[in-house]
């Protein structure tokens, strides 16, 4: 972010004739924590994924889990019982169908071919695949992963078993909706039945007009239950390129307490027998989350798979690099499984309003919103994204966009800061004054070594000098240092709401993507340039001046030109608020004398006599 410049301190210069040490070491930090923030974000890549071991997995705890060794082992048959249970006639269909049911969020496309999912789309109009006009409505189903298995389909720990679950044909029955061109409306229930060879199947899945299904599924043999969990294997249906895939996680919520774990690191196959409130499978702005009806019987299962995707999106036969498919599976260690499945956006006011199983098992447990992690930054991002959603809420009719939030909210914070400025401007002002006793002081020593233990007493008398003159030495840093975790506030805030995918502005038509057109980037490197140049900088040396005047902005363009427009929509914003600024510090009484003291101190550099300036308070 451009700032006026300190244009103090020789004394942490190395040379009598430099100054604004203390600006460029703060400067210099600001680069390099920006530089490997950007440089982790953009040049990280997710890794392979290690297969597990075919052997048995070790039990292991962690992270409140517990993972359970082998496989959970099956109801055993009592001697005799299975001639004494009554054998149940084959129920099966005779050809592949699909059902689909709809409501004002939701269109689901079962095939009864497994009884399963082929299609979850999302019909609000601001969830689309693409933000072009001809984008089509968002389908939570993965294309790409559905070799690993549909939503719905059914896990068992017997794996020949569990794929003639998932490739027998069901009968369906509907229940509380006459379909309407083929489709049902909901409130609704679709039941799928499936017997033969003594298994008896049946799920049954329940809906109502927000983003939850309720789904019950029994598998019996022989008359006895069989542990079968219904699955959501394959991430997320906006995860379209290695990188939206490496964002995928396994989030859960265990006696009230949240924690997620990255997709790189979930085991395959993991059984796991805790309380489960919820347990999810989310990437940025997506999830799937399973909400059992008795938590103390919930056993989950992680799954994780990898497939090789190009590694530019826009050319099929560039080098593929792996991405991690995080999916899970949960079930009820009695056999019967009753449940709540979420899929949809993490959108605040839908997960505030989605309770998981409490006592009574009434649904009085805690919410999904702790779907939305800001991670390190959520002390400032989440009232950062509270306060963009208030105004955006507060906007009429034809502006309540989130680009202009965005702006407002800039500008608010600007004007916030705007004391801190004024307090700046009188900390550099007074640098100015004192520079020719610093100089003065630092051409005593100046014959010393910096390595002469004697060079101690010179920043003893600089810090003395400072302190009579009344001097903050980092005073007109203070500006800059909010700015920092402000600035990756709203990297987290476009990152994981939401309501900023695919948001419009003006030219841009997703605020959480890069500006297609490069005229943010171009305006802050302008911005920035502009700013420089009319920054009085006295003191400076000439290829320091000309490296922040020209190196910096363009540095920050280009960065920006990577990352979310949102983010360079608010950095170009604070721009032109500064140099806006800068303009009015100029003409006022201490601007003045700031820039006819570094005229001076110009001057003198380039062989003029002016006279010294004395330092005063």
Known sequence: MSEFRNPNLQAQGGNGGSSGGDMRGTIAFTVLALVAFFAFQYFAKPKQPVAPAPAAQSQQQQSGQAAISGQPGQPRLAAGQAQASAPTPSIAASMVTQTTVENEN?????????????????????????PDPGGQQLDLVNSRTSAFGLPLSLFTY????????????????VSGATPSTGILQAPCSVTFRYAANGLDVVKTFRFDASYVMTAEVAVKR??????????????????TEAMHFSYGKFAWSLDGKDDSVDAKKISDGASLIQPYDYAAVTDLYFAAAFLPDAPERTTVVTLHHSIELPSDPADPNSQKKPANVVGLAMGDTSGITRLRLFAGPKQTAVLQAIHSTGAGGKPTGPTLEPLIQFGWWTVIAKPLYLALRFLHGQLGSGIN???WAIIIATAIFNLLMLPTR?????????MMRIQPKVEALKKRYAHLKTTDPKRAEMNTEMMALYKTEGVNMYGSCLPMLPQIPLFFAYFRVLQNAVELRQAHWLWLTDLSAPDPRYILPILIILTMFLTQYITPSPGMDPAQRRMMAFMMPVFFGFMLLHYASGLALYWGTSNLIQLSMQLGINQSSMGKEMHAIAAKRAAKKAGGKPKTIQGRR
Not at 109 to 114: D, E, R
Not at 158 to 170: G, Q, V
Not at 232 to 237: A, D, E, K, V
Not at 423 to 429: I, Y
Request: hydrophobic residues 40%; without cysteine; charged residues 20%.
């Open 106 to 130: 939701l269109k689901v496309v079962f095939t009864n071919q497994g009884a399963q999912v082929e299609h979850w789309i999302l019909l609000g109009k601001q969830y689309k695949d693409h």
């Open 158 to 173: 017997e794996p020949d078993l569990t794929k003639e679950l998932n490739s027998a044909l069901y009968q369906v029955s």
């Open 222 to 239: 022989n008359g006895l239950p069989v542990r079968a969990l219904l699955t959501w294997p394959g991430g997320l249906g906006d995860q």
């Open 401 to 403: 966009n989130w680009g």
């Open 422 to 430: 004024f307090m700046a401007m009188k900390s550099s002002l007074k």
